[in-house]
């Protein structure tokens, strides 16, 4: 079946620091991916999204290249903010199925 | 104007008590979904609808029981509350079968 695999948490970075959280994928044919970020006491939120093999998705600084070779949608960004603490979510959903397939969420921590 | 909207937010009830919580969709979308999400962040697709009739039910003890009486609504019942149902429990929607999805605020459920 379909699975995700994200990078175990916590990551604790300082302010202005480069983020990388990795996620690989298992799935037939040509999933859509997702990034999503929950932040404390809310519902997740779509980050970006990719729908084809070597789609960039982009959003509030954050990017992440679908790599159908390596089977990755990794998730990168430049320079963090205490604003982006959070929990974040790969995810990806095939072509007309009923339910998408999340990752167990990487909880970001950004010190001042 | 919430996109999807869920109530109550936060349930606290006792062990062996029946409780519901609603979902409502204002964006037109096809498909709706129930998930739970642990004290750990995990998150588990429970229920998915799809032009109001079930098309995944993953697995959930039939104490619960998800109705969707039309497009832009789908409620869960929980009868015989237990411990264990203690968790946040989200519904979300997506446009389509296959596309991403859009969340709720979250019902944080309690069994004491």
């Known amino acids: 079946g379909d699975s995700v695999t994200q990078m175990e948490g916590p990551v604790t970075l300082s302010e202005e620091a480069f983020l990388t959280i990795n996620c690989t994928y298992t799935?037939?044919?040509?999933?859509?991916l997702f990034w999503y970020v929950q932040y404390p006491g809310e519902g997740l939120q779509l980050l970006l999204k990719?729908?084809?093999?070597?789609d960039k998705g982009s959003n509030k600084g954050f990017e992440a290249t679908y790599r159908k070779e390596t089977t990755s949608f990794h998730l990168e960004k430049g320079s963090v903010q205490v604003s982006d603490s959070a929990v974040y979510f790969c995810a990806l959903i095939r072509h007309n199925a009923g339910k998408s397939t999340f990752g167990d969420g990487t909880t970001l921590t950004v010190k001042p | 104007d919430t996109a999807v909207s869920q109530t109550p937010k936060y349930l606290v009830t006792q062990m062996g008590n029946d409780k519901s919580i609603k979902c409502e969709q204002n964006?037109?979308?096809?498909?709706m979904y129930w998930y739970k999400q642990d004290s750990k962040k995990f998150l588990k697709i429970m229920f998915s609808y799809n032009n109001k009739e079930l098309i995944i039910n993953e697995t959930v003890p039939n104490r619960f029981s998800p109705k969707s009486p039309d497009k832009a609504h789908l409620n869960l019942h929980i009868n015989s509350l237990e411990l264990g149902d203690s968790a946040v429990y989200f519904c979300?929607?997506?446009?389509?079968?296959?596309?991403?999805?859009?969340f709720g605020q979250g019902t944080r459920l309690t069994v004491v």
């Open positions: 964006l037109g979308h096809d498909t």
């Open positions: 990719a729908t084809k093999a070597d």
């Open positions: 799935a037939t044919g040509y999933p859509s």
């Open positions: 979300a929607s997506s446009q389509k079968t296959g596309t991403e999805a859009f």
